[in-house]
């Protein structure tokens, strides 16, 4: 699955171009390497995603198309 439409399928992010956004403005790393909108994120990835107050790191659980608001959590594991 791409990066942009995980952030967005796990409701890290809000919508998909915001993540294109992060992602071509090189705010998002995978594994320690920076990474554009199209990079195929795998289970056991580690994100790193650069907001203006800090960042956001976590580890990639499982990959679904769709899934629940209730349930988005179940897609990764922040790390600290």
Known sequence: MRIDKFLKVSRILKRRTV????????KISVNGKEVKPAYRV????????A???GVLKFR????RET????EAATLYEVLP
């Open 19 to 26: 993540a294109q956004e992060a992602a071509s403005a090189g």
């Open 42 to 49: 795998k289970v056991g990835d580690v994100v790193e995603l």
């Open 51 to 53: 907001f203006s107050t």
């Open 60 to 63: 990639v659980l499982a990959l």
């Open 67 to 70: 899934v629940k608001k209730d």
